[in-house]
């Protein structure tokens, strides 16, 4: 069969439902070979965003998602995306094309060496220069994609190449079960733990994983112990739980951070130096035990004293199986700040000032959310209330970035949870910066027929970066602009438009939205005018005094 077919078929021997992208001349045979598979092309109006769908839907099943493009600049267009997936450790796969490798007619037109510029944004990355290695390569691929630590591959399929002839035949998907950590370290681990007078535990985004979730549980329930989440942790135990402190949203001076200034031991279940720090080591001061699938990348703020490495859920069952929660455990300091900090956090939650209040803002999409709603956060400062505000009732409820931290990903986010998770409301927030990055896809939102609502937060500015400018006490400067009428802006693709006028107005329109179905866009003005006092200034203040 032709390679181009082959490819097809070893992609669905994998389970690929769903390729993102936009296909280019040098994709042709391989665009024929998908018309008569099972595969669904997604057509996206960005590379970028296609990418960023192909990631959230590696994200949300644990399966590599496929994004396609064609040589030069489609290929360039994916780096954001390849670098999203790789630091936020989602599994992807990039095919890109490429002019014919034997013997091409167009000398250098559109040539860029794409395999050495994915080299140092992915875990695997090859040149097909022959039919015949295509199962392995892809195979392969699959392999370094789906495998802890998750993250981006890509492969590079030449025209020529694409049209060669094969009899090799596609390498069928294998089973493996991730190394366990050795009994003596889970002895050195339980003794660690029980000496401990204050500890504490810590969930990062590498314990977001089905299984994990329900050993987490299992482990809180033994122990009693209150535990915190990173930003890519939310949600991976229900942040309703008694024991729940709350989300390490700002680096340092939250409330949060006078329980971890307590804490004698943090145990840090999936986190790693690729996140925004949720504390910083000191010497002398607590200690930490590491808790993942790989050993603890080092530096200046995070040097874990005992790392307890295999698979994250099978080591938790170890803990509490054995483990004997001691009486000299101490934890009502941690549960002071856990009744300071859930107090302050619903101050401003019926402030009724328009444009609306951030504290506000949370508070109403909580309400309007289900327990398995998913919301998807572009960058910015809204992202902060949200991680800190906002209460995951269920993993990968929170779709936000806090890893690259990249601008432009919260509409083809949320176009890709509601393709996987089409029963479900799924609501994009984005800034009015961010927005504009990707708001093309909202013509591919409403071609595939999607039941999606978008809140574009507009400020007229870049929110995120004047919040900054402000704390390091310089002048407002360089960073307001001017947006189009969102609402027409919508209209024009086919969705419906929408234009927030007062706080009050708020929670019926959502439900309105979610109720008609259909790709919604609502504008809602946000007063951030009180970011830099609330945030920098009065929360920091305030906790010290706990």
Not at 72 to 79: F, M
Not at 425 to 454: H, P, W, Y
Not at 500 to 528: K, R
Request: negative net charge; aromatic residues 8%; proline residues 5%.
């Amino acid at each position: 069969m032709k390679a181009s077919t082959l490819f097809v078929k070893a992609l669905e021997s994998e389970g690929v439902r769903y390729i993102f992208g936009i296909p280019g001349e040098e994709n042709l045979d391989f665009l024929e070979a998908l018309r008569g598979s099972s595969i669904q092309l997604i057509l996206t109006r960005h590379e970028q965003a296609a990418g960023f769908m192909a990631a959230t839907y590696g994200r949300l099943t644990g399966r590599a998602g496929v994004c396609l493009s064609t040589l030069g600049p489609g290929a360039t267009n994916l780096v954001t995306a390849a670098a999203y997936a790789q630091l936020g450790a989602m599994p992807m796969l990039m095919i890109t094309g490429q002019k014919p490798i034997k013997a091409s007619k167009q000398g250098q037109f559109q040539i860029v060496d794409v395999v050495d510029m994915m080299r140092p944004l992915t875990k695997f990355t090859r040149q097909i220069r022959s039919a015949h290695t295509i199962p392995a390569y892809v195979r392969e691929a699959f392999r370094h994609a789906e495998g802890e630590r998750p993250g981006a591959v890509h492969l590079e399929l030449p025209e020529d190449i694409a049209r060669e002839k094969s009899d090799v035949e596609v390498i069928a998907k294998s089973q493996f079960d991730l190394p366990q950590a050795g009994s003596h370290s889970i002895r050195a681990a339980i003794e660690m733990i029980e000496q401990a007078h204050h500890p504490l535990l810590l969930i990062g985004a590498g314990a977001n994983r089905q299984h994990t979730c329900r050993a987490l549980s299992a482990f809180i329930e033994k122990t009693a112990m209150p535990f915190f989440s990173t930003q890519m942790g939310k949600g991976v135990v229900d942040e309703r739980h008694p024991l729940f402190l709350g989300n390490a949203a700002l680096s340092a001076n939250d409330y949060l951070h006078r329980a971890i200034e307590a804490a004698d031991l943090v145990i840090n279940v999936g986190h790693d130096v690729v996140e925004k720090p949720p504390f910083f080591m000191q010497k002398n001061g607590f200690k930490v035990l590491h808790i993942n699938y790989l050993t603890a990348t080092i530096d200046s703020v995070y040097y874990p004293q005992m790392g307890l490495i295999g698979d994250i859920s099978s080591s938790l069952q170890q803990l509490t199986e054995v483990i004997s929660p001691p009486a000299h455990w101490d934890f009502k300091r941690f549960m002071v700040v856990k009744r300071h900090l859930d107090r302050q956090l619903l101050e401003g939650c019926e402030d009724e000032r328009f444009p609306v209040y951030p504290q506000r803002l949370v508070a109403e999409v909580r309400k309007a959310m289900p327990d398995d709603g998913i919301i998807t956060l572009d960058n910015g400062v809204y992202k902060i209330w949200f991680a800190r505000n906002y209460r995951a009732y269920r993993s990968n409820t929170v779709l936000l970035d806090n890893a690259l931290a990249t601008m432009g990903a919260g509409l083809p986010s949320a176009m890709a949870a509601k393709m996987v998770h089409p029963d479900r409301r799924v609501l994009a927030i984005c800034g009015d910066g961010g927005f504009m990055m990707n708001s093309q896809e909202l013509e591919t939102a409403v071609r595939l027929k999607l039941d999606l609502l978008v809140l574009v937060l507009r400020d007229n500015a870049y929110g995120m970066i004047k919040w900054k400018q402000a704390n390091m006490g310089f002048n407002d400067f360089g960073l307001d602009y001017g947006n189009p009428d969102f609402p027409l802006y919508a209209k024009s693709y086919g969705a419906h438009g929408h234009r927030l006028t007062s706080a009050t107005e708020l929670s019926a329109l959502l439900e309105a939205c979610f109720t008609q179905g259909g790709v919604h866009l609502i504008e809602v003005p946000v007063d951030y005018s009180e970011n830099d006092r609330i945030l920098n200034h009065d929360i920091g203040e305030q906790s010290q005094h706990i």
